[in-house]
Structure formats: structure tokens, C-alpha cells
């Protein structure tokens, strides 16, 4: 790809960017969010037309029609936004539009050949993939990891052997995440070239044999893997050096603000006892399944627990839903942001309002206060806006994650609940969001951190509670936590680590 | 150019506007090239296929179940095509009918009545399940001439003789006999005393509230457009449909006096439109100004002429019909007897001459002990 | 992206990338803001529609823009408005009612039996409305607590209702309600206005200002928008859900009133697929069956274009095989007509 330069409007997304991919490499793709990484792939994929410049695939030039005409020419995308028909098996969602049928000459109404597009699954997973998914299954009952080797499956069958990846460890467990590098790297060494696009990029520089970083729509370098490290990347990414990313932690107050006792919710997590003092940022780290998401989701009322108390403040309280948890002083920021988060088609200032209106006792909304709060929290927390009135799905993940932290800001709740606090946001926006979290507990507020990223717990977190199979593995102080005692915390119980 | 002719003019250069208008929108209806009256084209279509309206005109085809003499109690099932007003007079009658056979040992009904007018479906159900169960006999009122056939032919095939009853247009071989009056002359008879009141007082503007399209509006329009016809200065300005009820009976006629102030006579189909027109009229202070004449004397309109709401109504002998009904049945199935392929009631037109004269027992069931 | 407007941000918070602006944020102008709230954006496209073929009407039938004719239209709107008004919430919500038309015939039907029976008129009229009120709080309740599907829910209560009206009036319509309390309601005026049309107003206008000017209506779009966010924010979803089931049957009695007070009677078969026009409405005027976003004066607009059309038939004596073609068309055309809009406006930005 040569020169390529995409405007939307006036604003040009892409400027006169150079992309070069071999066979055999996996290129790594960095950038912020609105930096361009996003608009190249699309219109590699032939979703968008470029305004101009050229691509040469094997050495033709091509003009892509549209994504159909790039998957002809073995272009195959694998989005953040997972594509595949969740009712549908594997087998069927592989072959979708490719399906096998019966018979000479198939048309809408041939039988279809079941068991050879079965075999065909079998085979591209195991071969090609070295992995074993049940594949007669729906596919919404398989894990994230094993959703995103099948949509790679069938990106194999449709015989790509140019594969884009956006973004593809966002949700990813460790394990998941290294089985999917193995992958990358298997597909890499059978001669396919691969894209990877990713804000992680301890990741990036691990997997990709080099990397190519873009700033505000322009290339601005691109260099093999043994000559960059995250710093360098990163001061290549936002033109500058970053000023720490983690903030200083100011030491918390003795005073407990959230104390748990023996929760304990059937089938997920069992006796689990913590407690948050005032200015305290609390991490919960686990591997997915460990109960970590589902203590929280717990304490906020969303799935109530059988059994076990909660003490906000001083005060034994019984939270039944979100709306008691609310009333006592809680606030969840679910880590779904766009299915439990944001309230799509509707403003920043009604997105950022929603929660506080509850504390007016008025029926009447007050429009002037409303558009106040706006300004003040937006303002504050640095959010990237036209207006208080614009869309809030018009904004980068990052500012509609800030968004989501204001909206309970501007409430003043005493415990911050929050899960993957800075998932699919940018460099610059975590650090933001770190340095707000801090802000927020040297004022008093507390925190408790749900994550699974290790750097970020350990970068932000006072202690680190480390769950396995719904019980406390281990609590990790600061000054001890290291991202091996996490790992190690999560796949065995305290004890059990002790008698080896 | 008469009169008639320019506004008739005027009316279509205004739709086709109105239709180029709407072309914009809905891709080249042509609403405005018929627009004078609802009905014309499609009965005369009808009539001509199977012309079974002239009383007695009509022959058995042979095909229908034969005549029996049973013994012992009849099974008959009767299914109207709604539960309303009208049919409630008639299954008075087929009561007043079953007492003259000699009672409830004599004869079992089944009622059975769709749910809407237009739920041809429950019906085919309930007169199914009859011929399953093999009853003596079945009385079906259509709403659509056709769509009961297949089960008309199951049911003589099976011995079971279908009759008909207030269905204007029947066509089918298998029944034994259609029972009720005819439908054009209704309309007839709402022209006639139109005609009889206003044929010498100049131009005479009227509008007409149609049912819904179907056989019944179709042929009461038929016989009222064949006599209003023939008299030039008796004008039919609009003709529109107020779907059989009160409600819309209200909101077209109150649409039509808009486009028609000066109108003369309002027409209904039915005395439900008819007394929702009355309802428009009474807001402008125009009842007993402008002549409603309705159809059925349902017991509201009844009221209506002697308070001089309405000018006149129809009666169609509906409880007449009613007793027609069994009295019929009962010669055919139990005296084995041939029966007329059409049994028609007279229709009577009552005006604040006559309206004394008519006996309101004949709206509800009378017990045998009273009479 | 480096065109993009930042908020003034504190000299301490400002991060590197951030474009330092004049405070404060660039803020539609009040008039703009007030249109877009009184008649959303939907709104706003499906009012060429109407102005389109009201003045094609104008133009072709002499009577259209009569004061009297334009009475008419409103006093004809007045049923499936009121509903629709109130069905805007249920819809904005994500949810659906289809059991309206048959809850209007049922408390029409009641209070004119209570009438009949001689009970004090008002005390008829007030048992009707909470008759229908009571109908919504069984739908709420089936819906929120059982979870069913709103649609599922509201169909089977329109069919047994209707069952229900079939029943309590043996296919016969009640008739004499000729008092002249009653008869108010329907065909008494107020200063010249019908007591009908200022009813739909003043529903209009509680409707208009519960879902534009209260925490309420913000909840109930909330809802609409992200049902899973707004249990999370501490929404009280269940209240919500039940209060606006109960708004639109108490809607659908308040048509029942109206209806039977307009005919002096009370039909087993009145209101027949109002469910349908209510729908209609709603939809034509830009709120979303997917819930979110509604639009007040969009469905008024929408209620309003139904009944125009269906005026300007009359008044032109349009064929009547035509009528149910016309008026299925209009509805076609207006929401193409919308859909088309939002698609260029979606490739303008």
C-alpha cells in the first residue's frame, strides 16, 4: 500500500500512508484510537474506498471493489466485534455462504453436505490451528478464545493468506491469549501474513517480526522487532514522551468504607471476605471463571448472594439490586461497555446525567444543572468533545469511558466497583483514567479494580486480591505483588502454594 | 353540460390531482379513474357469473344431499356470520320456529358464530365439526359466497343438507336452499321510497355510507342504482364506505357533509352507519333536515323515525327468516319433501306512516305461552 | 482526531494532547434545542410527508382547509391518539401493547352497562377508566414478573378481551346513553373546541412533558436505549415497565370514553384494529419499534396523517376498493421516506 490518503469531510483520517506486508511476517499495527489503524484496515478490507494512492497485491495493482472482491483476493479481517452468528455452529458458521452441497451444481435449495463440511472443520482446527473445539455446538456457547480460532478457521477455508487481527487479545485470558499467539505464529511459519493491530503492546513487540506505528493519520515508522521496546513505541505514538503512566498512590485512611464477609453465591464463588478503607484502591485479579467479576456483580445487587454480609460505611446493609446498591453508596462500572454501558442514540449529557437524577428528589429534570454537571465532569476529565449534546457513540472508546466514569463521579458514591476499568482504550486515555482514579482516592473515594491485566493492577492497586475457583487465593500488598505471584496465585489456592 | 355532468367533472379533476399528488407517494395508483360509485363494476361481474337472485329462478342441481324423513330429535347447527343485532333477530325466529316444530325434543341448534365478520375461518370449524359429527342438518349465513364450498360438497357428499340463509349471492351446487330476501331489493326499496317522496322536488343530492366490499354491499347497491337511475334529478354526489359501523358511520358522513353541505338524503346500507351518520347530523343541527333513510330497522332506528330522526328504513323480515329457516329444514329433512332452491321473504319500508303498524314483538323471541 | 473540540480542561489536567479551548462548550442554539426536544429528529423528517399531502389536498378537494373540515380531522384523531400518545412510551421503551383497541371496546362497553344500571355517571366513567388502568397492570405485571415478551403478553390479552367483550355483550351494542353528563365527554365543547380535541391536547401535553421534562421519561428511554445499562445505573426498571403498561390501558379507556360518548353507544366491535393505527402512528411519526428514541409530536403528526388521508377519500369520494390501498401506500411511502433521510443524513456526517 502506497500513499494512501482517506478524508472523511474535512478531516483526513489517513494521510499519504505507506504499508508494505511479506509473506511469512506478522506485521504489528499501533496507534491511538483516531490515529488511522482502523481506517487503513477497512479499506484493506475493502469495507472503505481510499481517495487515493494505490495497493499492489503480489506485486498487481488492484483497485478493491469491496469486501467481497478482497476476499476473492485472499484478504481475510477478524474484527474486534466478533462476526460470527452466535445460534449457529462452527461447522455452519465456517462455511456460511461457502456451504457444500450435494449434487452437481448447488443452488439455494441443493442438500447440503453435512458431514464433509464437518470433516473440513475437523480438519482446518486441528491441522492447521492445533486445536480440538466441539464444533456441533452453537457457537455462543464456546469460550471468546475458541470464537476467535474459529472466525481464523474461517478466514483458512476461505483461503486468505492475508489475515488482519483488531485488536484480538482485548478479552482474552492469558492462557487464551498465548494459545492464540501459538496460532499466529504457526499461521506465520505456513507462510501467511498477518496484521496485528493491538493497543498492547508488551504483546506487540513480543509476537510481531516488526512494527509499524501511525500517528494522527500519518506512517511514522516502521521498524523490525529487535529495534523498539514499549517506551520507544509509545513516545512514537502520542509524539512525545508519556509522563509516568501509573500515578503515585496516595496512602489510604484507616477508616474500612466497604467491608465483606463470607459472600457466597452457588456455583461461583464461596466465603469470600475483604474489606476497603477510605482512599483504598482494592484489585481483584483471577482467571476468568475464578469468580472475580461475579463477586462484584454481587456486592452491586445485580445477582444477589445467598449468603454473607456487606458493611458500607459503618452500616450492615442488604442489597437486593442496583438500585438498593445505589442508594447505599456503590457504584459499578461494568466492564461491557457498549451492551451494559453506554445508552446508545442519546447525548453525552444523558449518558453522563442518567445515574445522579436519582438523587434529585424532584420529578422534574432541570436542564441548565444537567448541562453543568456536563461541562464540569467533561471538563474535568479531559473528554474529547464537540458538545455536552453529541452522540455519545460518535466518541472514541476512551472518552465514552470516561464518560461512563463521570456519570458515577457526579453522583459521589463512597466505593467505586469497577471492571476492566481501560478495556479497548487508548494509551493516553488509560493514563488518564489511572491518574483520575488516584485523584479520586486521595479525596476519599474507594476503589475496587476488577482486571485482568497484571501491569495495570499492580500499577494502580494498593493490595490485589487474587481469586481461584470463587476463592480467595491470596492478598498481594503492593510492595510484594509481582505479576509472577499473581499468575501463580491464580491457578492454585494460598495453601496449596505453601505445601509444595 | 348538465348539471350532473360538470360536477361529476369537477369531483374527477379534483381526485386525479389528488392522485397525482399521491403518486408521488403510492407508485401509480389510479384512484381517480373510477370514482363515482363503489360498487358498479364488480356485482354487475357477479350477477353475471351465477344469477341465483331471482326468486325460484333457480334449479337443484342434483348434486345437494336428498331429502330424508327422519324421525326422533333433529341436530341442526346454525352459524351466522357475526352475533349482532340482526342475527339475534333471526335466531329469535328459528326459536318462535323450533317451538312451532314442537319444541327442544324435536329439534337441537347448535349456535356457532365466528368471532368477527370477517373470520371465515372459525366458521369453516364449527360447521366441520358438525359434519363429523354428522348432523341432520346445517344453516350457514356467507359472508364470502365461495369460501365454505369445499365443506358445502363434504357435508352432501355425507347426506348432511346445507341451507343458506341471508347470503345475498350463493352459487355453489350442494345446497338445498338459500333462505332469507333479497338483497337488491332492500336497496331497491330505499330508491323506490326515495323516489316515491322526491321525484318532483327538483335536484335531489344524496349520499350513500357503503359496508364494506363485498356481495352484500355490492348487491344492495345494484338494486338501489337500477331504480335511482332512471330518475336524473336524484343524484348520488358521494358514495362511500363506513365499514358496517357506527363509529365510522359517524366520522365519513361528518367527512362528506364537509364536501357536501347542501346534501339531501343520507343513505345507509345499514342502520348502524346510519345512526353514527345520525350522530354527525345532530352535531351541525341537521337531523330532520336532511332525510337518513337506513336499513334493517334495527330497534334504534325504529325510535329514530318516530322521534323524525330518520326518514325511513328497511325492514327485511329477519325474524320471518328465522322461522323460514326451520320451517324448511324441517320439510325437507324430517317430512322429506322437495323444498324451493330459494325461499325470500318480502322486505317492507317503514316511514312515520307506517311505523305504527309495526309490532316490536317482532324483535325478541316470544314463548309460545304468550301467544 | 485533531479537529475535534476538547473540553476546557484544568491547567493541571490538561494532557498532552488535548487542544486547549475557550470555555465553555459549543452549545446548540436554545430555538434548535427546543424544536429537536418538542419534535425530535425523526420528527422533523416525517413533517415534509404531511405538509406534502395536506397540501396536495388543499390544492385538490375545495373543503380541505375549512375550519369546520379541519375539526373534523381532529375530532376523528382523537381515539387512536390518545392511545398512541401514551403508546409512544411503550414503544420508546422497547415494549408493545396490542391489546388498546380491544381494552377501549371493554370499558366503553362497562361504563355504559354501569350507566344503564343506573350508577352515578361519573362514578360509571371513573370505574371505566380504572377499569383500564387495571387491564395495563395485568399486562405490566405478566410482563415484568414472568418476563414475557410484551408482544406474546399483549396479543393474548387482546384476544381474550375481545372474547371477553363478546361475552359481556352478547354481540349487541348498549344504546341509550343519551344523558347529558355523558354525553359531554364525546360532543361538548369548550369554547367552541371539542371536549374530544382539548382532551388530546391535554394528553399530548402531560405526555409531552413526562417524557421530555421528567426523570421519568428519561428512565423510560433509558430503558428503551440500554435496558441492561439502566438496571445498572440503579434504575428501578420494574416500576417503570408496570407504571407504563398502566398509562396506555388507562389511554385506551380514556379513548373507550370518548368513543362511546362521541356514538352514545357502546359496540362490541368499536375500535377494531386500533391496535394497529396506534402502531401506525408511533411508527410513522419516528420512534423506533426498537425502543430509545421517541418522538411525541412525531406520533401526533403520524395520527394526524392517517386521518387526513383518510378525510381527504371522503372528501375526494375516492373509490372505496381504493381506500385500504391509499392509505396502506401513505404508510409506506412516510416511513420510506424517513428511512431514506436518515440514511443520507447518516452519509452527510
Known sequence: ?500 | MTRTQRSTRRTRLRTAAFGAALSLVAAGCATSNQASSASGDAKAGVAAKCDVTKEGNVKSSGLEAPPTKKKGQLRIGFSPTAMDTYYKRVLAGVREGIDAAGGKSKIKLDVQAPSSQSATDDQVRSVEAWISQGYDAIAVALYNENALEPLFKKASEKGIPIFTFNSPVVCSPYYVSNIGYDQSEGGRAQAQWIVDHYKNKGTVKIAMLEGLPGPHTSERMRGFNSVISKYPNLKVVASQPAGWTRAQGLSVTENILTAHPDIDILVALYDEMALGGLEALKARNLQGKIAVVGYENMSEANAAIKKGDFAATVDTGAKQEGRNIISTIEKYVADGQRVPRTVFDKVTVYDKTNIADFNPDDYVYVPPAKK | MSDSKTYPQTPAASGASSVPQAAPAVRPPRAAGFLSSMFGSSAGRILPVFVLIVAALSLTANDFLTVDNITNVLRQMVFVSVIAFAATFVIGMGGIDLSVGATTALTGLFMADLMLQGVNIYLAVLAGLLLGGLIGLVNGLLIDRLGISPFICTLAAMIILRGVVMVYSQGVPLTGLGFSEFQWFGQGSIAGVPVPVLAMVLVFAVCWYLLYRTKYGRYVLSIGSNREAARLVGIGISRIQVSVYVMTGFAAALAGLLLTSRLEAAMPEAATNYELDVIAAVVIGGTSLNGGKASLAGTAIGAALMAVVRNGLNLLNVNTFWHQVVIGSIILVAVSFDALSARRRAKAS
Not at chain 1, 479499506?43 to 478493491?64: C, F, M, N, W
Not at chain 1, 483476493?73 to 449457529?88: H, K, M, T
Not at chain 1, 494459545?179 to 493491530?197: N, Q
Request: glycine share 8%.
Open chain 1, 1 to 500: 500500500m502506497r500513499g494512501i490518503t482517506k478524508r472523511f469531510g474535512a478531516t483526513h483520517a489517513l494521510r499519504d500512508v505507506d504499508l508494505t506486508l511479506f509473506p511469512g511476517e506478522v506485521l504489528g499495527l499501533v496507534g491511538e484510537n483516531g490515529a488511522g489503524k482502523s481506517t487503513i484496515m477497512k479499506i484493506l478490507s475493502g469495507a472503505y474506498s481510499k481517495d487515493d494512492g494505490d495497493i499492489r497485491i503480489r506485486g498487481e495493482a488492484v483497485d478493491l471493489r469491496g469486501p467481497a472482491h478482497a476476499q476473492e483476493l485472499g484478504i481475510a479481517i477478524i474484527y474486534q466485534e466478533l462476526s460470527l452468528f452466535p445460534d449457529l455452529t462452527a461447522v455452519e458458521n465456517i462455511f456460511v455462504r461457502h456451504e457444500k452441497c450435494r449434487g452437481g451444481r448447488p443452488w439455494i435449495l441443493s442438500p447440503l453436505d453435512r458431514g464433509a463440511m464437518r470433516d473440513r472443520t475437523l480438519d482446518l482446527l486441528r491441522e492447521d490451528l492445533g486445536v480440538v473445539i466441539d464444533v456441533d455446538v452453537p457457537v455462543s456457547r464456546l469460550s471468546l478464545a475458541e470464537k476467535q480460532l474459529i472466525e481464523i478457521a474461517r478466514a483458512l477455508h476461505s483461503r486468505a493468506d492475508i489475515i488482519i487481527m483488531d485488536e484480538p487479545t482485548e478479552a482474552l485470558e492469558a492462557e487464551e491469549r498465548e494459545r492464540l499467539f501459538a496460532t499466529v505464529r504457526r499461521l506465520r511459519d505456513a507462510g501467511k501474513s498477518v496484521i496485528y493491530v493491538s493497543h498492547q503492546l508488551d504483546q506487540v513487540v513480543g509476537l510481531c517480526d516488526r512494527v509499524t506505528v501511525l500517528r494522527d493519520g500519518s506512517h511514522v515508522s516502521t521498524a523490525p522487532r529487535d529495534q523498539v521496546d514499549v517506551a520507544s513505541i509509545i513516545s512514537l505514538m502520542i509524539g512525545g514522551s508519556l509522563e509516568e503512566q501509573y500515578p503515585t498512590l496516595p496512602p489510604p485512611a484507616e477508616e474500612t468504607v466497604l467491608q465483606v464477609e463470607d459472600l457466597t453465591l452457588a456455583r461461583d464463588f464461596e466465603k469470600v471476605s475483604f474489606a476497603v478503607r477510605r482512599g483504598e484502591i482494592l484489585g481483584i485479579a483471577g482467571l476468568n471463571g475464578s469468580g472475580k467479576n461475579a463477586l462484584v456483580r454481587s456486592v452491586y445487587g445485580i445477582r444477589p448472594p445467598d449468603e454473607g454480609t456487606v458493611t458500607v460505611a459503618g452500616r450492615r446493609v442488604t442489597i437486593r439490586s442496583p438500585k438498593d446498591a445505589t442508594a447505599c453508596g456503590l457504584a459499578f462500572l461494568p466492564a461491557e461497555r457498549k451492551t451494559e454501558g453506554v445508552f446508545t442514540g442519546h447525548s453525552i449529557r444523558w449518558n453522563l446525567t442518567i445515574a445522579g437524577l436519582r438523587r434529585t428528589s424532584r420529578l422534574r429534570l432541570r436542564r441548565e444543572q444537567e448541562r453543568q454537571v456536563t461541562d464540569r465532569y467533561a471538563s474535568e476529565l479531559g473528554v474529547k468533545a464537540a458538545s455536552g449534546e453529541q452522540e455519545i457513540t460518535l466518541l472514541s472508546g476512551g472518552n465514552q469511558q470516561k464518560v461512563l466514569l463521570a456519570r458515577w463521579l457526579a453522583v459521589d458514591p463512597e466505593v467505586f466497583l469497577l471492571e476492566e476499568p481501560t478495556r479497548g482504550i487508548d494509551v493516553s486515555a488509560k493514563a488518564d483514567v489511572y491518574r483520575h482514579i488516584a485523584d479520586y482516592a486521595r479525596r476519599g473515594k474507594s476503589f475496587v479494580v476488577v482486571s485482568s491485566e497484571s501491569p495495570e493492577l499492580l500499577g494502580i492497586c494498593h493490595r490485589v486480591l487474587v481469586m481461584y475457583e470463587g476463592r480467595v487465593a491470596a492478598v498481594l500488598d503492593a510492595g510484594e505483588a509481582t505479576q509472577e505471584l499473581i499468575a501463580h496465585y491464580s491457578v492454585q489456592r494460598a495453601e496449596e502454594a505453601a505445601d509444595e
